[in-house]
């Protein structure tokens, strides 16, 4: 297959492109500062030549938006934002104007799209979208409020001969340096990770390979169409997830930190404390009703996979 991959140099990017490129497919990246042949040069919010790389691709799976691992000032929230959208329109412009267009658009989306909760899972059908929730900072909404504009823009574009998927993805791990279970590793091994402000909250995370293998199965299944959740189908509290890691690593401390030290600890990494305060309890509804089954549907062996092959790496 011929696939394009706006926003294709970050991390979920590359765990894609390495995985496609290895199965024979011809892959392209869209990016705004390419290296190297395949790697072509578009400014995620306006037409351009690269427009022509989707005439004729079969798959285009949009990535592109400013990186969520920020202090959430009203510029970088809204830099998030514009990223996302202006990615979003300009690529469904490219599409309607493609002569032979893509079957699918995969356009992500995220898993924060659900409300903080704690009571139950959310999955596609009954899950609830948040941004009414109480008791959460007021900019919390904004996120929320991100991902439903980021949907929406994917929503309105005019590409009938298309099918749109919208991917509300949880944290993808992969042993990759740099991503979010390369961050968290180093806080376990250093001794710091413990439970946050008590840990109760949830997290929800789909292991690399899954992640790959939930794209193509969404690619090959032409009856689908719409949200899906990407996630694995066992959410575990902050608490337990952490415990998880940390014995993986083999590492008997974990300090605990509360809300006040975790906003310290956010601020020194230039991160935002909604990562790891927002409880995020999300399942795979649609895909797992699909007939789609995880290789890696629980953390504990997961978290093991994950370090063995850090460890190697
Ligand atoms: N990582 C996860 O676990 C996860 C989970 C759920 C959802 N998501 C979402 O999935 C997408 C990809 O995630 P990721 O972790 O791969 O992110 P990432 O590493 O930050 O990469 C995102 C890519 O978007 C491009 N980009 C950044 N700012 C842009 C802008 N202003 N205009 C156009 N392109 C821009 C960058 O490409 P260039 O700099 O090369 O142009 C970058 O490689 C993001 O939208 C993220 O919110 C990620």
Redesign the pocket.
Known sequence: MKIVI?????????ILDRALTAEGHDVV?????PRGGR?VH????TLGDWAERIDGSDVVVN???????CRYTPPNLE?MM???V??TRVVGEAIARATRPPAVWLQ?????IYAHRFDAANDEHDGLIGGDERGVPGYWAYSIEIARTWEAAQEQAATPRTRKLA?R?????SPDR???FDVLSRLARLGLGGPVAGGRQYVSWIHEHDFVRAVRFLIDRDDLAGAVNLAAPEPLPHREFMRELRSAWRMPVGLPATRWMAEVGAFAMRSDTELLLKSRRVTPGRLTDAGFTFHHPRWQAAAVDLTARRRRA
Do not use: H, Y
Request: glycine share 18%; charged share 15%; hydrophobic share 35%.
């Open positions: 706006p926003g294709g140099t970050g991390q979920v990017g590359t990246l869209l990016t705004r500062s790697q578009w400014d995620g919010r990535l592109a938006g400013r990186s969520v691992s830099a514009r990223s996302r202006d990615s992500m989306s995220t898993a924060t991917l993805s949880a944290m993808v791990m740099g991503g979010v």
